[in-house]
């Protein structure tokens, strides 16, 4: 049995009302019993991770882009990014989250949706590594999730893992 154990410490910087750096300090305890030779043992594992986005240094990456206008301007790209780094949120913040990266209205997010949310965070990261992370929430191997999977992807941290590069 795994248990996992994690805090989430979120700290917004504003100028004039205006975000212009969110911080997540992340603290992720992973228990797990395994079983070996006829014996049960405790392993514990932990990891820290400290993720920081300032406006000016997200919007400078963002021109540097390929196709800087499918880039998510920065205070949409805030809106997605706290329930992926915060895995949980209320279902409107969700909810909200899901519609801005549902570009085409289609009640699904696709493999191009989501990978115009990671360009600036991670411009090398493949659509191959993102199919591999939707398709752990996916029904269907089609590249696309629904609101459901969207949420499981959050609750299950698939969706922080991306953001981190953990993938």
Do not use: W
């Amino acid at each position: 049995m795994t248990e996992l154990n994690y805090t989430v410490l979120e700290t917004i910087y504003r100028r004039y009302g205006k975000i212009i750096e969110i911080t997540y300090e992340y603290e992720e305890i992973k228990h797990e019993e395994i079983v070996e030779n006829m014996q049960t043992k405790q392993e514990r594992c932990a990891r820290n991770y400290k993720a920081s986005i300032k406006r000016d240094e997200y919007e400078r990456l963002a021109n540097n882009v390929q196709y800087p206008r499918d880039v998510l301007p920065f205070d949409i790209f805030v809106i997605v990014l706290r329930p992926f780094m915060m895995a949980t949120y209320t279902v409107e913040e969700i909810r909200e989250a899901f519609r801005l990266l549902d570009k085409n209205s289609s009640n699904t997010i696709d493999l191009d949706e989501l990978s115009a949310f990671l360009p600036v965070l991670h411009p090398n990261m493949t659509k191959e590594t993102l199919s591999n992370c939707m398709s752990k929430v996916a029904e269907h191997n089609d590249q696309q999730i629904n609101f459901d999977q969207f949420i499981q992807m959050i609750l299950k941290g698939i969706a922080r893992d991306i953001v981190c590069g953990h993938v």
